[in-house]
């Protein structure tokens, strides 16, 4: 990862947060976004004191188009390209289908398919000319299963697989690989707003997630780690 550009997006979330710090260590320079600004400098500057790393927070609201453009032209302008993306903003809301409202559906969709779909279409463009990159796409293992009080989730979810397969279909002539991580339950703040009972303690840890992201990106270059599937011993989907 020495002088890789890596844009994570949902730096400040569970995953995100256990991922920056790793690839900080390798040598990565970093664009951390997120919405909230407060949180995404505080990290900023405990990486730099921590590993002398080189990052830049770029609050964004990943929903809206025109913010994913400028948060792109903005890591270009620091870095000159982007080598990475990671793609870990999301967030869940598991409850009967009768019980979900309108705006609990355009909050799935606008978030988990759209925003995914902006961040990989728009730094997918910029890598395509360099022809190399890699986009990491969170998942969750609700993008190829069914559960019950998931329905607005797995929708978002089921459609960000669909598109991001085409994009990998597209992208591999541009030598850009795309990996999608299917996880089971990570033991992270995406809990503390869901109402569904859950036992945490039973859950994968953020650890093991950035771990498996960290895998990913340290494949040898002719190979591509399209997907990965990691669930908890407790709870398999198969
Ligand atoms: N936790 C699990 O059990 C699990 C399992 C499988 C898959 N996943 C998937 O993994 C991803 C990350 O999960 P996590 O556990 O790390 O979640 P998390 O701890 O809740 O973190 C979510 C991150 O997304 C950011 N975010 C939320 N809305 C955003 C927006 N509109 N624009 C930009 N950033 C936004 C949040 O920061 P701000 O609020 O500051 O914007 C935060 O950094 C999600 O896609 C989730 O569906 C999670």
Redesign the pocket.
Known sequence: MQNKVVVV????????SALAPKLAENGAKLVL????IH??EEFVNNLEDDYDAKAIAIP????KYEQVEGMVQKAIAEFGQIDVLVN?????ILKQFNRIEPQDLDLMLD??LK?NFYTSQIVANAMKERKVGHICN?????GKHSMAMASAYCAS?FGAVGFSKCMADELRRFGIKMTLFY?????????DDVSLKVDRSK?LT?ETAANAIMFALSADPQAVPMELNIQPESHLFF
């Open positions: 997006v949902g730096a400040t979330g569970g995953i995100g976004v997120a919405r909230d949180k995404l964004t609201d990943i929903t870990t903003a999301g967030a869940g978030l988990n925003g969170v998942i969750g293992i609700l979810k996880f089971g339950g990570i033991d992270s703040p995406f809990w859950m953020t």
